[in-house]
């Protein structure tokens, strides 16, 4: 009724019979939260060029050290830009990364990363806040 397969599956996930490297889920999600961190250690590095000052300074080495853990090595860190970017765009981006670090670090149950990741988020979140100054409360009606 049904003719047998003669040839040999290329989907095949037996040991040894592939061509190509497997990486563990972990080994993937590490890669990933350590290519979240090291963007936001990037826009870090951007906003210490605008402002320097010693949370960014703390943030960077502390994500400097969760990159290095992840990756076995240091990362490597670009100059900041010519041209300064918006502080607002800036904390935006970084909180997103931090965002998307948080998600990661918290599926491979990284305490670490994940605590780092929420408190850079919880940092932009307040930098973001004293761009925008005080607000007035308004009326409606």
């Given at each position: 009724m049904y003719e047998p397969i003669r040839t040999k599956?290329?989907?095949?996930?037996?040991?040894?019979?592939?061509?190509?490297?497997?990486?563990?889920?972990?080994e993937e999600?590490?890669?990933?939260l350590a290519g979240h961190l090291s963007a936001l250690l990037a826009v870090t590095d951007e906003l210490r060029a605008q402002a320097?000052?010693?949370?960014?300074?703390?943030?960077?080495?502390r994500l400097v050290a969760q990159v290095c853990r992840l990756r076995?090595?240091?990362?490597l860190r670009a100059a900041?830009?010519?041209?300064?970017?918006?502080?607002?765009?800036l904390h935006r981006r970084a909180h997103a990364l931090a965002g998307r670090a948080l998600v990661v670090a918290a599926s491979r149950a990284d305490t670490?990363?994940?605590?780092l990741a929420a408190e850079r988020m919880d940092a932009h979140t307040a930098a973001l806040a004293a761009?925008?100054?005080p607000r007035e409360l308004t009326t409606t009606g």
């Open positions: 599956s290329v989907h095949s996930t037996t040991a040894g019979t592939s061509d190509f490297p497997h990486r563990s889920r972990e999600l590490d890669i990933q320097p000052s010693g949370d960014l300074d703390a943030a960077a080495d076995g090595g240091a990362p900041p830009g010519a041209a300064p970017g918006d502080p607002a765009v670490a990363a994940a605590i761009l925008a100054g």
